[in-house]
Each structure stands twice: as structure tokens, then as C-alpha cells.
């Protein structure tokens, strides 16, 4: 809609900010540096607005706490859209100069009442007319989003929704304030920068694009497929049916991490030959055919690009253990192997020129350069004279004009019923890091959080007559899993909350893989679950569990 798909701002500028409105980002246990320039912002006297299912620590200390049912926020976001034009808040002059489409955005939302949505959302109509109110009247309010946002089957949608606020209000390409979606690992822009992914060549060039297509031609003599690939999502059910006779797995354990998982190992099963380059064993090696091992991002060069799209520089520290390579140089002798006469590369500057010598967004980034700036380069970086972007779009959109983009609300692929009556919503802990093929290594961490758990409301445990601490049984269409139930005040009523991190208990034999329509995301945040109790047997002691009152 603005054309970038990135922090619009940077992190220093948080601090700075008037109004913080966090949605679906449990920020102080997943982005726990971020949360600290939140709360200097709060301290300099920010106000803040946390939409969130959860009563998680960032809800508790907000001015306003949007806690809504799982799923709903298209309704909740566009009631507030809704007051915004219904109160005469929308920045007219933005919105002439910078867009288009804003009248089907405006009729689209004229039946989102604020007492409709209420209904819905389970949140008070008069909290929604606050939180527009506030959004929409304050100059430096920026948006910050994750994963309770983007991993349901109407992700996108939520995000245009957002957007649409951004755009109506004119909170773009001003300081402090803007679109941030915060990035879930130290280099996830970056790999995305550098095209991993099936419609990209790197700088987000589409790989359906001819004129971008002979470019890399004529780079790399050889010629290139028009085709869009398969995401991750379609990847993993052409999997599951058998058609995938390769996989080739990098640095992922898929095993733990993709939805509905069991059909993920039937496909598994299925697979002729699997490649896993790992820098541990993990529940996927078990799978593999051949392991390469990998070095670690403290034995190896490189750089990270960070959320608000930072490009810096990562040295050498320590030595690998013997046979452990980069990944680079795994890479390019597969390549090699494979028949492609792949140049000889001393180092991965070498790459990165490369890319940047193809690549409009990073063309003026260089590892020289990021010798001499410590702190990093922002893409956008055209040439070697820029001195990166901090915040973008201050000029206008960079599409132009940006594209208001009108949604209804669609709702969640998988509803609670007689037979599955709670819903399951899943993520993570401030303890843990996703498969937890990392931190479960570490006593520290492990010592903190050993095994898996559910959130459960007091009411709901009362209804199963289970007591804190108890083990139960949680099952879906897909699978079950045992887990301790934590009764906790955080969940709603008929809503329960797991991590994703214990092998033994995964999550993800229990979730929906339905996908966004657009970007396959998996619905790892609503399906439809039913707890049992296990014979009447109960253990653990509540205690042993600081994790719940300490973040
Ligand atoms: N300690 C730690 N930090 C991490 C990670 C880790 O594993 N451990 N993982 C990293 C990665 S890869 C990522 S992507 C990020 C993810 O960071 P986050 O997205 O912040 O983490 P999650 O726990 O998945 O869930 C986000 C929040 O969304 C809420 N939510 C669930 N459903 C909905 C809904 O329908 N609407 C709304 N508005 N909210 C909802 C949840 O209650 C939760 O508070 O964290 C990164 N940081
Ligand atoms: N139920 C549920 N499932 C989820 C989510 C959720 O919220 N709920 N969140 C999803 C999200 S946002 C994410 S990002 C995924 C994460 O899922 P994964 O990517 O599977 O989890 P990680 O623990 O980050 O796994 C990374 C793997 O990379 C390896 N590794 C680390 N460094 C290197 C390296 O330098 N080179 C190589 N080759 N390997 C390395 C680690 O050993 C580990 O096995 O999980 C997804 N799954
Ligand atoms: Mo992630």
C-alpha cells in the first residue's frame, strides 16, 4: 500500500513518541528491547493503547487495554476507522495530496459501528470511540504489530486495516510516528531483502518482472524462470501429498514450526531426499537424508539487517567446531556441485557487492562502508553518497501515492463448537526461542521454563474441574497434546494460550494450517480445541513456575 514492506521509522524515534498503539505484539516478552524505548516514551509521558486477547504485561500498564476476542480485529479496527470519519478526524490534506481510493474505505466502514463491533469484538463501544480518538488526534503515533495481526487467514486484511488508519490519519513519512510491523529474528528483513522468497529476486524485484528478469540473466548467465515458486504454506501441503520428492531445509525446524504439523511428517515420510543444513540436530534432521553442518552467527562474517530495515555488520568471534562451514560456502559448493559455475568469492563482502550492484535499495551499501558507519545503513541507500533512511516516505509515499485498500472482516477458518469448544491461540515466551533447538541447550532458560503449559481462565478451569498445575489433555481436528494447565488471569473467558516451544507437547499438532489467501501464513493464532482431563490425575506444583508472574 506504501511501497515497502518494513518499519516505516526507526526505533530510536519510539522514544520520542505521543501515543503508542501495540497490537498483537506481546512486545516486552518477544522484542524486549523495543518494549524499554516504549516504556521511556511511557515515562516521558506517552500515552498508550494495547489491542490483545491477552492481559499481557504492556496491557496491563496501558491507558487503554482493547482486550478482544481472537480474530476480531478487522471488526475492531474498522469501527475505529469508522469513528474517525464519522468524527470528522481524517487528515483531508494527506489524503488528497498522498493518496487514492479513500471513498471506498470510508463507505466500506459505514456499517463498523462502534455498538456493532462491540458485539463482535467484546470490547466496549466506548473504548473503540477513545482509542480512534486518541489515534487519530495525536501527531506522533505510531502502530506497532506482530504476529497476533499477521498469522491468521485474514492477516493481510488486518494489515490494510491498519494501513488505512495510518493513511487516513496522515501518520506516514513523519518523525516518530508511522507502520511497524517488528521483525521476528536478529535477520529476518535481511533475508527477505536478499529475495528468500519465491516472487522476489533480492530488493523485493519480482521474479515475474521480465525487464528485472534479464537483468539477473545477464548477471549470472543462465537463464531464469518466469514462474513465482511455492510459498513455505503450499510447499508443506504439496508435501504432505507426496508431490515433493526434495526439500532442501535451512536453518528452520519445520518438524516443530509449521501448522498442522503431523501431516507435515506424513510428507516427510513421503519425501525421497531431504537436506537439512543445521547449525544442531533438531526434531528435523531425524528426517534427513544428509546434515551439513553449519557455523553459528558468532563463528562467521556477515551482516544482519534488523527490523527497521539497519543493515550492520557481524564479525567473527569464535572459532566453529570442526566441519562446521558458513553457510555461504555451503551454498556455493551445493551450487557448484549442481553444475552452476559459480564464481570463487573470498568473503561474503564479496556477495554483498554483488547484490548491492543489482539491487536499486541497497546499491549504496557496502561492507567498507559499514566499517566506517558502526551504526549501520537504512535502506532505502541508493548510492554511495546516501546517507541512508531513517524514516521513510518522508518525501511522499515511495509507490507515489499510497493505495487505501477497503476490507470486510472474514472470520477465522476454524470457530469453536459443541465438540471443540475453546479457542487456542499460540506464540511464544520471554524464556524460550521458537523450536527452542537453541535455548532448551541452555540451563538458564530451561531452569526458568521447563515444560509446556496452558493458560487457562478460572472459570473455564472450574467448568473441567482442573486445578493450576494439573496435567491435561488438549486436542483438536488435527492432533492432541498433554500440557500443565496455569489457571491465569491473563486469557479471556473460553480462550486458552500455549507456546510453540516444547517438542514434546507441540503446539502445532494442534493448529490450523489454513493460510492467508495472500501470503499463505499459517492461522497459528485461533482454532478450535477441547481440554480433557487425564483420569483424574494431577501433578506439578505451581511454584515451580516463576515465568507467569515475572515478565
Ligand atoms: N523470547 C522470545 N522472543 C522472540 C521469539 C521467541 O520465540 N522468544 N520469537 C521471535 C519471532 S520469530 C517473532 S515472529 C516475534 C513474535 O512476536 P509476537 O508476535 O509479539 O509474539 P506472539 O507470542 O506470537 O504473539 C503476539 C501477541 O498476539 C496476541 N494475539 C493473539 N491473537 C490475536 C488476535 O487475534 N488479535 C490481536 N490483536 N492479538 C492477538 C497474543 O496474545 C500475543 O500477545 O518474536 C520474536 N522474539
Ligand atoms: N504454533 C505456532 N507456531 C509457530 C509460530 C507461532 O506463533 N505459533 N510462529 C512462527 C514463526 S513467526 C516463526 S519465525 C517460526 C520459527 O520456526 P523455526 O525457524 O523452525 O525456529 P527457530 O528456533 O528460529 O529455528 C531455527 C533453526 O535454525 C538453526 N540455526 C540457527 N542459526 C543458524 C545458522 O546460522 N545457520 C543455519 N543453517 N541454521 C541455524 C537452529 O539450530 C534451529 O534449528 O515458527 C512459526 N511457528
Ligand atoms: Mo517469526
New binding site residues.
Partial sequence: MFGAGAMTNSISEIRHTDLLFI?????S????IIAMEMKRARQAGAKLIV????E?WMAEQADLHLQ?K????VWLLSAMTHVIVAEDLIDHEFIASSTEGFEAVRDAVAKYTPEEAEKVTGVPAEDIRTAARWYATTEKAGIYY????T??THGTDNVYCLANLVLMTGHLGKFASGMNP????NN?QGANDAGATPIYYPGYQPVTDEGVRKKFEKAWGVPLSPDDGLNLNVMMKELAKGNMKALYVMGEDIVISEPNVSQVEKGLNMCEFLVCQEIFHNETTRYADVVFPATCFAEKDGVFTNSDRRVQRVRKAVEPPEGAREDWRILCDFARAAGYSMPEYNNPGEIYAEMASLTPKVAGISYERLDENIEGLQWPCPDDQHPGTPTLHMDGPLNGKAQFQAVEYRPSAELPDEEFPLVL??????????AATQTRRDPGPVAKQRSNFIEMHRKNAKLLGVEHGETVKVLSRRGEVEAEVWVSPRVRFGCI?MP??FAESRANLLTNDAGDVITGTGE???CAVRVEKLNGSSNGNPNDHPSITTT
Fill in positions: 497490537i498483537g505484539s506481546n512486545t516478552e518477544a522484542h524486549p489491542a490483545d486477547p491477552r499481557i478482544l481472537p480474530g476480531t480485529d506482530t504476529l497476533g495481526i498469522e491468521h517488528l521483525r521476528g529474528q529476518v491461540s499460540t506464540g511464544r515466551t520471554l524464556y524460550h526461542y521458537n494460550w510453540m516451544h497459528y493464532k485461533v
